[in-house]
């Protein structure tokens, strides 16, 4: 997806210059556009499953953790309205990229894109009433400081709304940024690792806060394109301040990077997972040793979680072990950043169990028991042939919806079925290519327990690696 502005610089400093900053990041004021694809009339519903919020390291949708978010939010039933709301048009390719790939998924009734280039807009009456009619919001790649200034306006609030009924929020670079409730809002233009590193009050870092503070996910900043581009040491620099300044509540500040095809799920119970590709969860919780103006950083003892696809991590009861360490000393950090060795094996800390499936399980009558593992649980397997099938069994309460999310590496495509006890396909995704991740999601309506089966099938390659597929219960 092309980049929906440019990099912008300016010698404005901190959050009382946002007003001016966003003067200079905008063009000439166009009217507000709007496009809707689907439906032109909006789902009527009164009850909606959600929160589910998904964090893309890039602007573009990711299709199985969207997917995932519309499933929870809509129960698994009917379908629901997406609003995208963007700083600005791409200057290339289609003007609703983001739409053009949700109006593809299941559940979809319709995709609204509006793109907004001024603070004013976000106080526009007919913008408001298509946010406030949806079920989950998208923010475009661009300009986050763009977003940072619906600060206070109507807009806000409606989003608020969605989240509040039910509904989901999300976004992709900039989206990814505006969604954490401290802000790198970039209006005074984007810093590097090197640069914030240097000085963690360079006149590049300014952070907006007060905005959007979604259930389980306080004292976060999110970062973007972050392997990529190199950003964990400009997210070290923002921990550090962030703590130093005491934007983050109880003296603890948590960056989230994800990297580029990369999405963080969040559900309603601040059980995450990641898709695609790498995240990163990042810990500062002490004084930094060395955090002013003019000097460069000093910081001992980061704590970070590497989430390779198809892992989990509970935002709501935060981990104290599964980490690996990395410090800053005056402005440089520690060699692999980007992996480590864990200090402390969490064992049972943080619920869930994994098993790993044990050949034969071609069939349901072979299949590999997991129905007695927590929530969230970890299935691992292999394609041995391009004719293999993987079976586990699952018991599922009445009421209960089960999210299922397979991170599927390059070596082969594999598919995912969920079976009835009768050996009868209630759901399926079937996502083309070799290394696409698959998911689904199942709610019982009966009473009772009932039993299931997650069927893995080759669709085309083998070979040794393994996918793994995380299953959540709610």
């Not at 519903?45 to 990711?62: E, H, K, L, Q, Y």
């Amino acid at each position: 997806m092309p980049l929906r502005s440019l990099r912008f610089t300016s010698t404005a400093v901190v959050l009382t210059a946002m007003a001016s900053a966003l003067t200079a990041h905008q063009p000439a004021h166009a009217a507000a556009d709007r496009i809707r694809l689907g439906n032109t009339a909006d789902v009527s519903r009164s009850a909606w499953n959600g929160p589910a919020f998904t964090m893309n390291g890039a602007g573009g949708i990711v299709a199985a953790s969207t997917t995932r978010a519309i499933d929870e939010i809509r129960g698994g039933t009917g379908a629901l309205d997406v609003v995208v709301l963007a700083g600005s048009a791409p200057t290339s390719g289609s003007k609703t990229p983001e739409c053009d790939t949700i109006t593809g998924l299941s559940g979809v009734n319709s995709c609204t894109t509006w793109t907004l280039t001024a603070a004013a807009d976000g106080n526009n009456s007919q913008v408001n009433a298509d946010v406030r009619n949806a079920e989950f919001v998208y923010f475009a790649g661009g300009d986050q400081c763009r977003y940072a200034a619906w600060k206070g306006t109507a807009l806000e609030a409606s989003v608020e709304s969605v989240v509040a009924k039910g509904g989901g929020s999300g976004g992709g670079s900039a989206g990814h940024h505006i969604n954490s409730p401290i802000v790198y809002d970039a209006c005074n233009g984007s810093v590097t690792s090197a640069e914030a590193l240097a000085n963690p009050y360079d006149r590049y870092i300014s952070f907006t806060t007060g905005m959007f503070e979604w259930a389980n996910y306080g004292a976060v900043v999110n970062d973007s394109h972050f392997v990529t581009r190199d950003r964990m040491g400009r997210t070290m620099a923002f921990l550090a301040r962030s703590v130093k300044d005491g934007l983050a509540p109880g003296g603890a500040a948590w960056g989230v990077g994800v990297e580029e095809g990369g999405s963080l799920f969040l559900d309603r119970n601040g059980m995450a997972t990641q898709y695609g590709k790498d995240g990163y969860v990042v810990l500062a919780d002490h004084q930094p040793e060395q955090a002013v103006d003019r000097k460069p950083l000093t910081y001992s003892g980061f704590k970070i979680w590497r989430l390779t696809p198809g892992s989990t991590f509970d935002f709501k009861n935060r981990p104290t072990c599964g980490y690996y360490l990395r410090s800053v000393t005056n402005g440089v950090a520690d060699a692999n950043l980007y992996s480590g060795t864990p200090v402390t094996d969490c064992g049972s800390q943080g619920g869930g169990a994994a098993l790993t499936e044990s050949e034969p399980n071609d069939t349901r009558d072979t299949a590999d028991d997991a129905t007695v593992l927590t929530s969230p649980a970890s299935l691992t397997g292999g394609m041995k042939s391009t004719s293999d099938r993987d079976h586990f069994k699952l018991s599922v309460n009445a009421g209960q919806t089960v999210s299922v999310n397979c991170g599927v590496p390059s070596a082969y495509d594999a598919d995912l079925y969920w079976l009835d006890a009768n050996g009868s396909t209630l759901g399926r995704s079937v996502n083309n290519g070799a290394g696409t991740d698959e998911s689904l999601s199942f709610t019982r309506t009966g009473s009772g327990t009932g039993t299931y089966y997650l069927d893995m099938e080759a669709y085309s390659g083998s070979g040794s690696a393994t996918y793994t597929c995380t299953v959540t219960k709610i």
